[in-house]
């Protein structure tokens, strides 16, 4: 009967069979460098397009986002080809259309693929824009077009969620709240899957966003912090109409 | 302050360079055991530094780097073979049995590592980090972002899989 050494030697004998694996710096250097500017590129699109909807009377698209270290923002600012050393960062998704606006420090990651609307895809998925900032927590996002209203979409979600992490979530999410999402309804459902997960979910013009909040460094359904990050970045949340 | 991000910037591309050399070879080791394709296990590779290389000034120890590093090339493993619909296509070939067998040694590692590939994707990664990387069932667990508990029980279930299926094999 085979045996945990067993397998551990399997192991090690499969990966050493491999030899030195021949690593590349200089070219997974210029990949991690493409990364980057295809994101910073992204963002500096995003700030021109929404420099001339203002100009054009468009609309009020600059949110009302504060900086969580109370400096005053500044669209300005936000020149850089890197995002992260921006102090702020209006993010545009290439792939679904809205745009969010990111505290001082964040860094955003496009999804290389689109969300075909199954399950629940977490937030390292290629079908995910990713923000991750300072603290443990990080965000994610994605959209699909959808006949559902808010309710069933939600509900969807519920069902996705226990399908990809049914080993991890309990049964139902340990509360659901209606908010805001880019001032249309939305609902967040709060769970505890071993670690803090909220989900934020809205259907708008046919098509049902998800933006998920993970923070690995509290095991609770909610935490005051993470709540108050995540409803100001819903709050800035710009959809395509 | 474009001196600064400069500066910055240069000791970024330096510090990934290091580290790329430093982890990328083990990394490549275990996207390999994940995936069962030394190509991709590359890709996957690269593809985890360009996703951390954002993170480096962020990164408040140093030393979590190869942490960070696996548990951000498990969820790729992961999503890579969700999202491209290739996994039971490709994890059948790979399953397939040699039709000519070496030693017995090695048809019973192809064997195990074929069933290993048809594991769960879960299954598979805690196997491959609890008995590959030694990881612990607390260590295993941060990375897949479960419990410790369900780390026992992916494991667990995955054993009994691999036994179920070694049986009757020649040893």
Same mark, same amino acid.
């Given at each position: 009967?085979? %045996?945990?050494?067993?397998?551990?030697?399997?192991?090690?004998?499969?990966?050493?069979?491999?030899?030195?694996?021949?690593?590349?710096?200089?070219?997974?250097?210029?990949?991690?460098?493409?990364?980057?500017?295809?994101?910073?590129?992204?963002?500096?699109?995003?700030?021109?397009?929404?420099?001339?909807?203002?100009?054009?009377?468009?609309?009020?698209?600059?949110?009302?986002?504060?900086?969580?270290?109370?400096?005053?923002?500044?669209?300005?600012?936000?020149?850089?080809?890197?995002?992260?050393?921006?102090?702020?960062?209006?993010?545009?998704?290439?792939?679904?259309?809205?745009?969010?606006?990111?505290?001082?420090?964040?860094?955003?990651?496009?999804?290389?693929?689109?969300?075909?609307?199954?399950?629940?895809?977490?937030?390292?998925?290629?079908?995910?824009?990713?923000?991750?900032?300072?603290?443990?927590?990080?965000?994610?996002?994605?959209?699909?077009?959808?006949?559902?209203?808010?309710?069933?979409?939600?509900?969807?979600?519920?069902?996705?969620?226990?399908?990809?992490?049914?080993? /991890?979530?309990?049964?139902?999410?340990?509360?659901?709240?209606?908010?805001?999402?880019?001032?249309?309804?939305?609902?967040?459902? &709060?769970?505890?899957?071993?670690?803090?997960?909220?989900?934020?979910?809205?259907?708008?013009?046919?098509?049902?966003?998800?933006?998920?909040?993970?923070?690995?460094?509290?095991?609770?359904?909610?935490?005051?912090?993470?709540?108050?990050?995540?409803?100001?970045?819903?709050?800035?949340?710009?959809?395509? /109409? | 302050?474009?001196?600064?991000?400069?500066?910055?910037?240069?000791?970024?591309?330096?510090?990934?360079? %290091?580290?790329?050399?430093?982890?990328?070879?083990?990394?490549?080791?275990?996207?390999?055991?994940?995936?069962?394709?030394?190509?991709?296990?590359?890709?996957?590779?690269? /593809?985890?530094?360009?996703?951390?290389?954002?993170?480096?000034?962020?990164?408040?120890?140093?030393?979590?780097?190869?942490?960070?590093?696996?548990?951000?090339?498990?969820?790729?493993?992961?999503?890579?073979?969700?999202?491209?619909?290739?996994?039971?296509?490709?994890? *059948?070939?790979?399953?397939?049995?040699?039709?000519?067998?070496?030693?017995?040694? *090695?048809?019973?590692?192809?064997?195990?590592?074929?069933?290993?590939?048809?594991?769960?994707?879960?299954?598979?990664?805690?196997?491959?980090?609890?008995?590959?990387?030694?990881?612990?069932?607390?260590?295993?667990?941060?990375?897949?972002?479960?419990?410790?508990?369900?780390?026992?029980?992916?494991?667990?279930?995955?054993?009994?899989?691999?036994? &179920?299926?070694?049986?009757?094999?020649?040893?």
């Amino acid at each position: 009967m085979m %045996d945990e050494h067993d397998l551990r030697e399997m192991l090690h004998r499969r990966a050493n069979a491999l030899g030195t694996p021949v690593v590349d710096a200089r070219k997974a250097s210029r990949r991690a460098r493409g990364r980057l500017a295809v994101n910073g590129a992204v963002a500096m699109v995003a700030i021109a397009v929404i420099a001339l909807a203002g100009f054009a009377g468009v609309g009020e698209l600059r949110s009302s986002w504060v900086p969580a270290d109370g400096s005053t923002p500044s669209a300005s600012t936000v020149t850089s080809p890197t995002p992260s050393l921006s102090p702020r960062v209006t993010f545009a998704s290439q792939t679904y259309g809205y745009s969010v606006t990111l505290p001082k420090g964040w860094t955003a990651f496009q999804a290389s693929a689109q969300w075909d609307g199954k399950g629940s895809p977490g937030s390292e998925d290629v079908v995910a824009d990713q923000f991750i900032g300072l603290t443990a927590a990080d965000v994610w996002a994605f959209a699909a077009p959808t006949t559902k209203s808010l309710g069933e979409y939600g509900r969807a979600t519920i069902t996705g969620t226990l399908e990809d992490h049914g080993g /991890d979530c309990p049964a139902r999410p340990a509360a659901q709240h209606p908010i805001q999402i880019g001032g249309h309804p939305g609902m967040l459902l &709060e769970w505890d899957c071993g670690l803090l997960i909220n989900q934020a979910v809205a259907v708008h013009n046919g098509v049902g966003y998800f933006f998920g909040l993970r923070d690995p460094s509290v095991h609770a359904a909610s935490d005051a912090r993470d709540r108050k990050l995540f409803l100001r970045l819903l709050d800035s949340i710009q959809f395509a /109409d | 302050m474009s001196g600064s991000t400069g500066q910055q910037a240069g000791f970024d591309r330096d510090k990934l360079a %290091d580290l790329y050399v430093a982890h990328a070879p083990e990394a490549v080791r275990l996207a390999f055991l994940l995936t069962g394709d030394a190509g991709l296990a590359e890709d996957l590779v690269q /593809d985890a530094f360009a996703r951390l290389v954002g993170r480096l000034r962020h990164l408040r120890d140093p030393a979590a780097f190869g942490a960070y590093l696996r548990r951000t090339i498990v969820n790729l493993a992961t999503s890579h073979f969700r999202h491209r619909r290739v996994e039971r296509t490709y994890l *059948e070939r790979e399953a397939r049995l040699p039709q000519q067998l070496g030693n017995a040694n *090695e048809a019973l590692d192809e064997a195990m590592q074929a069933i290993l590939l048809r594991l769960p994707q879960r299954q598979r990664a805690a196997i491959v980090l609890r008995f590959y990387e030694d990881l612990s069932d607390v260590q295993t667990a941060e990375i897949l972002q479960c419990s410790a508990g369900t780390v026992r029980s992916l494991v667990s279930r995955a054993m009994k899989t691999l036994r &179920e299926q070694l049986e009757g094999m020649p040893r």
